[in-house]
C-alpha cells in the first residue's frame, strides 16, 4: 500500500510558478507510476501529467508543466510554469502500475491563479 501526500499549493498570479510535491511512503514507490490529477470546481476531476520511465502531459500544460521524481526521496514533483486562471483547481497525485492509474490517491492541495 501506498500513502501520498501532496504539497507546495498556493495563491499565484498568472505568469507565475509553483512547484508541487507528492511524498509517498512505502518501500516499492520506484515501481509504481504517478500521475497528477486536478479538478476544477464544477467540473470533473483531470489527468493532468504522469510518470515513470517515461513521461506523459495533457495537452493543455505541454511546454508550461514538468513531472520529474526522486526514487531516493520517495518524492514526485510537478513544476508549474506560465500559469493560467484556468490552471486553478486541486491537485491530487496518485499512484498505480502504470501511467495515468489511480489506485491511490492523496489527499489533494489547492492551487488558485488569480491577479
Known amino acids: 500500500q501506498v500513502q501520498l501526500v501532496e504539497s507546495g499549493g498556493g495563491l499565484v498570479r498568472p505568469g507565475g510558478s509553483l512547484s508541487l510535491s507528492c511524498a509517498a511512503s512505502?518501500?516499492?514507490?520506484?515501481?509504481?507510476?504517478i500521475s497528477w490529477f486536478r479538478q476544477a470546481p464544477g467540473k470533473e476531476r483531470e489527468f493532468v501529467a504522469a510518470?515513470?520511465?517515461?513521461?506523459r502531459y495533457a495537452d493543455s500544460v505541454k511546454g508550461r508543466f514538468t513531472i520529474s521524481r526522486d526514487n531516493g526521496k520517495n518524492t514526485v514533483y510537478l513544476q508549474m510554469n506560465s500559469l493560467k486562471p484556468e490552471d486553478t483547481a486541486i491537485y491530487y497525485c496518485?499512484?498505480?502500475?502504470?501511467?495515468?492509474?489511480?489506485?491511490?490517491w492523496g489527499q489533494g492541495t489547492q492551487v488558485t491563479v488569480s491577479s
Open positions: 510518470i515513470m520511465w517515461t513521461t
Open positions: 496518485a499512484a498505480g502500475g502504470r501511467i495515468g492509474a489511480s489506485d491511490y
Open positions: 512505502g518501500r516499492t514507490f520506484r515501481t509504481y507510476a
